[in-house]
């Protein structure tokens, strides 16, 4: 493979949808094991944007020759201060987007941020022995509902919409 910036973008792209193409399958899948193929094949297809969400910030990075270049985290080039040493327009962009709260990019880094987060196992409360047997539930909060193929395929869609507009408008300078 070659050693250009683009081709990791473009090869996480491309585990991104094998991953996704694979959760579909688990999901329709009648095995024992379907629901842990597609939890595997979710977290795959987020690590995987990641990796080329960062694939694109090393790409703008080393087209503007920013110090901050070799990031090893997408939010290390999505902050104010790299944007205050050089107006990047692609970073601005990214970094608006990152800001947002609904939208597609702030969505990836929320769920690629999740799944670095350690399991926090639900509190019970302590039994008195008492009390009658039925236990009382919240229902006002409810469980957040996992990743779904559709969205995840609309991110990659979006992401690689952004990497297309972005290599276009760099490439004429």
């Known amino acids: 493979?070659?050693?250009?910036?683009?081709?990791?973008?473009?090869?996480?792209?491309?585990?991104?949808?094998?991953?996704?193409?694979?959760?579909?399958?688990?999901?329709q899948s009648q095995a024992m094991n379907a629901q842990g193929l597609v939890q595997a094949e979710r977290e795959a297809a987020v690590f995987h944007l990641y990796g080329a969400l960062l694939g694109l910030c090393h790409e703008i990075a080393g087209f503007y020759r920013l110090p901050?270049?070799?990031?090893?985290r997408a939010e290390d080039l999505l902050n104010?201060?790299?944007?205050?040493?050089?107006?990047?327009?692609?970073?601005?962009?990214?970094?608006?987007?990152?800001?947002?709260?609904?939208?597609?990019?702030?969505?990836?880094?929320?769920?690629?941020?999740?799944?670095?987060?350690?399991?926090?196992a639900k509190k019970a409360p302590k039994t008195d022995v008492t009390q009658p047997l039925i236990q009382a539930i919240?229902?006002?909060?409810?469980?957040?509902?996992?990743?779904?193929?559709?969205?995840?395929?609309?991110?990659?869609g979006d992401l690689k919409d952004v990497v297309r507009r972005f290599r276009d408008a760099l490439s004429e300078c």
């Not at 973008?9 to 688990?26: D, I, R, V």
């Not at 901050?68 to 090893?72: I, S, V």
């Not at 709260?101 to 941020?113: E, G, P, Q, T, V």
């Open 80 to 120: 104010d201060e790299v944007l205050r040493e050089v107006a990047i327009p692609e970073m601005a962009e990214l970094l608006e987007l990152a800001s947002g709260r609904d939208n597609w990019l702030a969505s990836l880094l929320k769920a690629y941020a999740d799944l670095l987060r350690p399991p926090v």
């Open 138 to 156: 919240n229902l006002d909060a409810p469980e957040q509902p996992a990743l779904g193929v559709e969205e995840l395929q609309r991110w990659r």
């Open 68 to 72: 901050q270049a070799g990031a090893q």
């Open 1 to 27: 493979m070659a050693q250009e910036l683009y081709t990791r973008t473009n090869q996480k792209l491309f585990f991104a949808g094998l991953a996704l193409e694979s959760m579909s399958k688990a999901q």
